[in-house]
């Protein structure tokens, strides 16, 4: 099955303490992108890949790290998470280098910077 | 900056009552148009999109959309919605050119029975 996993579901953790938010693709997808959505902002694109080693900022990426070693994976890295940072994430994934094409997306990562 | 606007915070209607959700993007260069349903507790789904041609494009569950490029506007509708429907919806807009993908505030409806 056709599938973007991210992990963990949900996180409850303080400030400081770094944190990994892992997203995985089953598509061979080339274009990967993470997202944070926060009510009555929408959806605000975090930082996207378009392939291996390619990576660049989107429109939010202060307080954020990722890489892009494997097409398959696109981990979301905060190094000092703030309360800030609590948000809803998502991790999504396209065909294509460029993002053109329709995203598929995870299910999503509650996260709660206390 | 590219901006999606999104006028329409919350819609709340009855069943069989028509749909309109408004969208407005800030950037004249050609654009792909994308609209997502998030149904309560899960992820976003796309519904339709618009990459040229005809510009009423016709999506899954009975939802249409129409690109007025003079307009800057991808409207979504829907001629009769079901209590299902209730969900939020994101418009979403990318430049063809560039690779970032940006989307709308989003519009929470609701439908009662």
């Known amino acids: 099955e056709a599938q973007v996993t991210q992990n963990p579901r949900y996180l409850i953790t303080v400030t400081g303490k770094k944190l990994t938010v892992t997203c995985s693709q089953n598509m061979n997808h080339e274009y990967m992108s993470w997202y944070r959505q926060d009510p009555g902002l929408g959806l605000r694109q975090i930082y996207y890949?378009?392939?291996?080693?390619?990576?660049d900022k989107g429109d939010v990426p202060e307080g954020y790290k990722v890489s892009r070693k494997e097409k398959r994976n696109f981990p979301l890295i905060l190094e000092s998470p703030s309360p800030n940072q609590t948000s809803l994430y998502f991790c999504?994934?396209?065909?294509?280098?460029?993002?053109?094409?329709?995203?598929?997306f995870g299910d999503g990562t509650r996260l709660s910077i206390l | 900056a590219q901006s999606v606007s999104q006028h329409n915070h919350h819609v709340i209607l009855s069943e069989a009552a028509s749909l309109e959700l408004g969208c407005n993007y800030s950037y004249g260069g050609t654009v792909n148009l994308f609209w997502y349903v998030q149904y309560p507790g899960q992820h976003l789904q796309l519904l339709l999109k618009y990459f040229s041609g005809d510009p009423l494009v016709k999506g899954i569950k009975g939802f249409e959309a129409e690109f007025i490029k003079s307009k800057f506007s991808f409207n979504l509708r829907k001629p009769s919605v079901q209590w299902s429907d209730t969900a939020e919806y994101f418009c979403a807009v990318k430049l063809w050119a560039g690779n970032m993908l940006t989307f709308g505030g989003g519009t929470r409806l609701m439908v009662k029975p």
């Open positions: 999504a994934s396209s065909s294509g280098q460029g993002g053109n094409q329709p995203q598929h």
């Open positions: 890949s378009m392939n291996v080693e390619v990576t």
